[in-house]
């Protein structure tokens, strides 16, 4: 099992940023494409891996997108040690992202990054880009709004991750935290934000088809029934579903 994920792993791809505290470079930025865990210790990245699969059992089958995401900033923060981890949604009309989710140092949601607008600060040009983004010296970044917070909360390492749909990004997944951020946790963080991923875009797709219902009840419950069996027709497609429990003899009535 391991080896698959180590497989999977090096196949992921990240732009990471200022990696001075890691590597030793210099340059601003570096673009690592197919990094190698041959460095990396397995037995490190196996336990993440088994944090994550905890993280997301927490969240699995859950259909309420806001559930969801507190699940997963509540998971990298007690989980992972994280200082601080947020989840933006991207808004029906595509034009800012909304604060769903906040963990660890802010718990609130109605601060003044509550509604990002799509292109604006670090995590609407996340969500426009498609592009992850790491910085391992965030008080010396030019594009933080308040650096005296990261200096006084010793904020060092920042990921954000597009939580993508298809080419299109459905929300943003950011990170602060400590201590420098090592390629094993980024490759980690990576993989589970396809876990998010997934379950946000279900959850999203459930709370669409119940919206439609809900629009499109009729004055009985003949046209409310039709609505649902279209609604879930739909949301099925082609999908062979199996029936999984005992049977039962019920008793006869005369």
Same mark, same amino acid.
């Given at each position: 099992l391991t080896t698959a994920y180590v497989a999977v792993l090096s196949h992921c791809s990240w732009t990471v940023v200022r990696w001075l505290a890691v590597s030793g470079l210099s340059a601003a930025s570096l673009d690592v494409s197919g990094l190698s865990t041959s460095g990396l210790s397995i037995s490190r990245l196996s336990f993440d891996l088994r944090l994550c699969a905890e993280v997301v059992n927490g969240f699995t089958g859950c259909l309420d997108p806001d559930i969801?995401?507190?699940?997963?900033?509540?998971?990298? =923060?007690? @989980?992972?040690?994280?200082?601080?981890? +947020?989840v933006w949604l991207?808004?029906?009309?595509?034009?800012?992202?909304?604060? =769903?989710?906040?963990?660890?140092l802010y718990? +609130?949601?109605?601060?003044?990054? @509550? +509604?990002?607008?799509?292109?604006?600060f670090k995590i609407g040009k996340i969500a426009q880009h498609c592009i992850p983004f790491l910085s391992n010296c965030l008080p010396e970044e030019s594009w933080v709004k308040d650096r005296d917070w990261a200096i006084a909360n010793n904020i060092q390492g920042f990921a954000g991750l597009p939580l993508m749909a298809g080419s299109q990004a459905m929300g943003v997944l950011a990170v602060f935290s400590t201590k420098v951020m090592d390629p094993g946790f980024l490759e980690v963080l990576q993989m589970f934000s396809l876990a998010v991923t997934g379950a946000l875009a279900s959850a999203l797709n459930h709370k669409a088809v119940l919206a439609n219902v809900v629009q499109n009840q009729g004055p009985d419950d003949d046209a409310v029934d039709g609505a649902l069996s279209e609604s879930l027709a739909a949301m099925l497609g082609q999908q062979t579903l199996s029936l999984v429990g005992t049977e039962q003899a019920l008793p006869l009535v005369i």
């Open positions: 969801i995401a507190a699940h997963v900033t509540n998971g990298l =923060v007690d @989980a992972f040690g994280c200082a601080f981890a +947020r991207v808004e029906p009309d595509l034009q800012a992202l909304r604060l =769903v989710a906040s963990s660890g718990t +609130r949601l109605d601060g003044s990054f @509550a +509604r990002v607008p799509m292109g604006c």
